[in-house]
């Protein structure tokens, strides 16, 4: 890696002031950016460490849903019992990122932020309607992503936590690419009365909705109410491992499976 | 009562602790005084012409000692890297040879390519500044597909290979295979691509080069799987060093698997530059220059037919198979698609005519060379997928075919018609093993049940041979090999009846220390801690041709045992001495010398200290001291074999396969150490399964680069790919001709596994109709074989 200066600020001020600096670049879980950096495919001048700011870290009971600290852990959302109580699907689709080691180190926050079009936690976000917090605003989940790596946040904002919504049912069913285990598709499927949300990742550029799929189990939760309906192969991601067809089958198979996990 | 650390027990691997505690000695831990670090700046290109070379910027750059070139190597004299094995095609043209340079040329052939190193006080620093380095690239066409590289408009990768031919070659009778296909009633045909693979072994490559003026000796520390290899190829051919003036050290290697057998220009490099820089220089590859210059195995296509009589019986077999060497030839690289190759087209079958064509090409790719198993998985994979066809085309079931093709035991010692001749294996009694261990009879069953889940199973046979003990000498030589391939050994006992092992073989995970020492236990009744063995370094070492083509018990063990023959009959002529008696009333058991028919006894011990302390001893006959070496040479190549059973269960709706249940019924001989034995075979098994379901080598055909060029595509298997292995092994077919009895276990999970595996699928498969997939078995590909045969369900 190139050399950089480095700064572990002790308040969510002192971070907002650090990464004003020029080419400043936040480290949370450091999952993507290390090996970026390491791979010198980054030369950042500082990175202003998050993981002493305090108040970005634990899950906490809200009326009507869950808040996760944005430095919060993929292991600690895992194993939190409040979460596997209130939104089990959250805590498994923790469960299913990367392995054991990136659970350890990676972080809610780090994630979403960065946007990878394959990361899982964006199919979460948009699913069960969460609102991110940030040092200066709301942002709606459904708002957040905007493209391939790319989100509402403005540069040097920081997102500090996200609010789920706890849905009557929900399930993240999950095709991994078999080396990176990134999700080649992933489908978060979740029920809120008589709403379904039907979120997907992995196959496009970005977290999308399925508005054919949500309408078909609004009227029916059940997994053949998915039969016959399927999302258009014309935009999704293409590459060495899937090809956009497949990758369009896929978002079927895994959406019934969610459903049938949401029971 | 039974000696708990010798032959026959499962001795733990004493060299683990060591290892799990992070007290291994790599290349890399080595640090010397005033050491610099050498980065490589690679062509980012696979083919380009280097127009020039700019390092003015880099030379200025903080901590740069030396930016070093292809031209100040040319300019020391300094050669090319030697290819150790000669083909000779059809007309009995030698291989094409072309330059093989440590720093390239003006001209470079694959992406990774060394076209300058820099040299500088701390790695980052010699990082920085290797991207300073300014190369004027002119880009050339490029071409990494080897079925295109064979065509006429295709790019040349060398001006002295037309076509990017290397070699055209072929083996055994074509007149008596023609003859047997007019006769045949039945044909099974197949084509097949052998998916090329990157190596990674757990540590990447590293070298540490050293020159002392004062003695004018040169150091290589390297990671080798044969360091006195190196010493003879890097130093005669390469560098112009005599072996009393270069030393080569390969300390603790975290593994190989065939990569670190050859000799790399980074080798060199180190060498030569800590000579004119007079200073160590150190070089480790990180993962990216691993996946991007480590020699690659397989990438083969394979085109193959078995006739048949009416019942099924092989009658003739036809291969021609396209081999891709990549840019250069890499150390034994000619030598692994041809005589490691097609001489085990016999696979377990008494096939009574073979002929089988090679043309190996040059591509725009990294070299390519011997990869665990190297040539004979291969070999096993075609026959295995090819007999499966066949059992279908003859209408018998895939068990029944292989039983009724095999070499019968009673027909050993079996001379197939592609060189090899077997000495030894019970093929039908490995499957009589098999079948009750799977419960083949239960298979149906399974099969019904994984349907009423709504999956496929399949079940799958691999009944795989490799030629092992690599290799007798004159035969070697006369299949072109510019070697011996012998093995040394040094068995040295010291005063106090402790004893130094010193073995040509190397071990980077194959626990040698642990199995050798279980030999000069057993032999001498020697507490195993009291017998240290040494290796991997050419000042300690009389000589060796290192580990690999799981060669280090048949031929490295074999030169310890005749070692201690030696060790064993002077000591014998001390004991008589001093016991007074006769040397032939001397009887000798576990290191007891006993006149016969009394209680006259003395250990190896008494006699050890004797023998150094030559007070009372025969000097007027011996020499003091008990410190023998010998050479052993095979007189045959070693034969494993077995059969390898996997289940797999297909998940339709996604074309994910799962590995349900793998067994491996094993024929290596006598066995020394069972624990060490099962863990090879377990790796190998893994290594198999990588290769069909997971691991897949991806060039670009027309830019070269490299798409799978890090963990992110390049699928290794993990532990929860993969189910707990049975693995069961007979010991009733010793091998004949070496001394142990052994016959070698390293690859042997490798070569069957793949085979098993892709016959499991395709049976799972077979209600869509499909005879054959390539590997690696993607889901995306068992889903679009689902999807071509049931269209009606695809557009559900």
């Known amino acids: ?263 | 009562m039974a000696n708990p650390n010798g032959v026959g027990a499962s001795v733990r691997r004493r060299e683990d602790p060591r290892f799990l505690t992070g007290r291994g000695n790599y290349t890399d831990d080595f640090k010397r005084p005033n050491m610099t670090h050498m980065v490589h700046v690679r062509s980012p290109y696979a083919h380009a012409l280097v127009k020039g070379i700019d390092a003015s910027a880099a030379l200025a750059a903080p901590g740069v000692v030396a930016v070093l070139t292809g031209a100040d190597m040319e300019a020391d004299k300094v050669g090319s890297l030697p290819c150790g094995w000669q083909i000779h095609s059809k007309d009995g043209s030698p291989m094409k040879e072309p330059g093989h340079f440590p720093l390239a040329r003006g001209r470079v052939r694959y992406v990774g390519d060394a076209v300058a190193v820099v040299i500088a006080e701390t790695k980052d620093q010699a990082r920085d500044a290797a991207e300073l380095v300014m190369v004027d690239y002119e880009e050339l066409p490029a071409v990494a597909a080897s079925t295109r590289a064979a065509t006429p408009d295709a790019p040349q990768v060398h001006d002295e290979a037309p076509g990017n031919v290397c070699y055209d070659w072929h083996i055994g009778d074509k007149a008596a295979v023609d003859s047997a296909f007019a006769q045949a009633a039945h044909v099974a045909k197949i084509d097949l691509v052998n998916n090329r693979l990157v190596p990674n072994a757990m540590e990447p490559r590293a070298a540490l080069g050293e020159y002392d003026p004062s003695s004018g000796e040169h150091t290589l520390t390297t990671t080798s799987q044969n360091p006195h290899v190196i010493r003879l190829l890097m130093g005669a051919f390469v560098l112009g060093i005599p072996e009393h003036k270069l030393r080569v050290v390969a300390p603790d290697v975290g593994g190989g698997f065939g990569s670190k057998i050859f000799h790399y220009g980074e080798e060199a490099v180190v060498t030569w530059a800590a000579k004119k820089i007079g200073r160590p220089v150190k070089w480790t590859a990180d993962r990216s220059e691993s996946f991007l210059t480590d020699a690659h195995g397989r990438d083969h296509v394979s085109h193959a037919e078995l006739a048949m009589d009416k019942d099924g019986h092989f009658l003739g077999l036809r291969v021609a198979t396209l081999a891709n060497l990549g840019a250069y030839l890499s150390t034994f690289a000619p030598s692994i698609p041809t005589y490691l190759y097609a001489t085990l087209l016999a696979g377990q079958y008494k096939t009574p005519a073979i002929y089988a064509e090679v043309k190996a090409v040059f591509t725009n790719t990294a070299p390519v060379d011997a990869y665990r198993g190297a040539g004979r998985p291969e070999a096993c994979y075609l026959i295995e997928r090819l007999v499966d066809i066949a059992a279908g085309v003859a209408g018998l079931d895939r068990v029944e075919i292989r039983r009724r093709n095999f070499v019968p035991a009673s027909a050993m010692p079996y001379q197939t018609p592609v060189a090899l001749q077997y000495d030894s294996g019970d093929f039908a009694k490995n499957l009589d093993i098999a079948l009750p261990l799977v419960d083949y009879d239960g298979f149906a069953a399974r099969k019904a049940a994984s349907k009423a889940k709504g999956k496929l199973r399949g079940i799958g046979f691999s009944t795989y041979i490799e030629a092992c003990g690599i290799a007798p000498s004159n035969v070697a030589g006369a299949l072109g090999a510019r070697a011996g391939l012998y093995e040394s050994a040094e068995v040295r006992f010291h005063p106090t009846g402790s004893v130094t092992v010193f073995t040509g073989s190397h071990s980077h995970g194959q626990g040698h220390e642990t199995t050798f020492a279980q030999l000069v236990s057993q032999r001498f009744g020697v507490p195993i801690e009291n017998v240290e063995i040494v290796h991997g370094d050419t000042a300690k070492i009389p000589f060796g041709m290192g580990t690999y083509g799981s060669r280090s018990l048949a031929v490295g063990g074999s030169a310890i045992v005749k070692a201690m023959d030696k060790v064993e009959r002077k000591a014998k002529k001390i004991a008589a001495h001093m016991l007074e008696a006769a040397e032939t009333d001397i009887e000798v058991k576990e290191g007891r010398f006993t006149v016969a028919g009394t209680d006259k006894s003395l250990g190896i011990g008494d006699i050890a200290l004797q023998a150094y302390v030559p007070h009372n001893f025969p000097l007027d006959e011996l020499e003091p001291g008990l410190d023998e070496q010998a050479f052993y040479d095979p007189k045959n190549f070693t034969y494993p074999n077995g059969c390898h059973v996997c289940e797999v269960e297909i998940d339709p709706d996604t074309g994910v396969t799962q590995v349900v249940a793998f067994s491996a019924v094993d024929d290596f001989g006598n066995v020394i150490n069972p624990l060490i034995v099962e863990g090879q075979v377990h790796g190998g098994i893994v290594q198999g399964i990588g290769q069909a379901l997971l691991e897949n080598c991806v060039y670009d055909d027309e830019s070269g680069q490299l798409l799978t060029g890090s963990y992110m595509d390049y699928c290794m298997p993990r532990a929860d790919d993969v189910p707990s292995f049975t693995v069961r092994y007979h010991e009733d077919q010793p091998c004949t001709h070496n001394p142990l009895g052994v016959k070698g276990c390293g690859e042997a999970g490798t070569i069957g596994a793949s085979a098993a595996v892709m016959n499991a699928v395709v049976d799972a498969l077979g209600a869509f109709g499909v005879t054959h997939i390539d590997m690696p078995a993607t889901p995306e590909k068992i889903w679009r074989v689902i999807q071509d045969a049931t269209p009606a369900m695809a557009a559900e």
């Open chain 1, 1 to 263: 890696m190139y050399a950089f200066s480095y700064q572990r600020p002790t308040s969510l001020a002192e971070a907002v002031a650090a990464i004003q600096a020029d080419e400043a670049k936040l480290l949370s879980g450091g999952q993507t950016l290390l090996p970026t950096l390491k791979q010198r495919l980054a030369q950042p001048s500082v990175l202003v460490d998050l993981s002493a700011v305090p108040d970005m870290k634990g899950v906490a009971a809200v009326d009507g849903g869950l808040t996760v600290g944005a430095f919060t852990r993929h292991a600690e959302v895992a194993h939190s019992d409040l979460v596997k109580a209130t939104i089990p699907a959250l805590a498994h689709l923790a469960e299913g990122i990367g392995d054991r080691q990136v659970r350890n180190m990676g972080t809610l926050g780090g994630s979403i932020a960065n946007a990878d079009p394959s990361a899982d936690y964006p199919s979460a976000v948009v699913a069960l309607k969460a609102t991110l917090t940030t040092d200066r605003r709301a942002i709606a989940g459904d708002d957040f992503f905007t493209g391939m790596f790319e989100t509402a946040l403005e540069p040097g904002e920081i997102v500090t936590s996200v609010r789920f919504a706890t849905p009557d049912k929900a399930a993240y069913a999950k095709f991994r690419n078999p080396a990176s285990r990134y999700a080649i598709v992933g489908v978060f499927v979740a029920k809120f009365g008589a709403e379904v949300r039907v979120a997907v990742t992995g196959a496009a550029g970005s977290v999308f909705r399925v508005p054919a799929f949500e309408a078909a189990l609004a009227a029916n939760f059940k997994a053949e109410a998915l039969n016959g309906l399927s999302v258009s192969a014309d935009d999704l991601n293409a590459d060495l491992h899937a090809s956009a067809d497949y990758r369009a089958h896929l978002v079927t198979v895994m959406a019934k499976r969610a459903v049938e996990a949401a029971g």
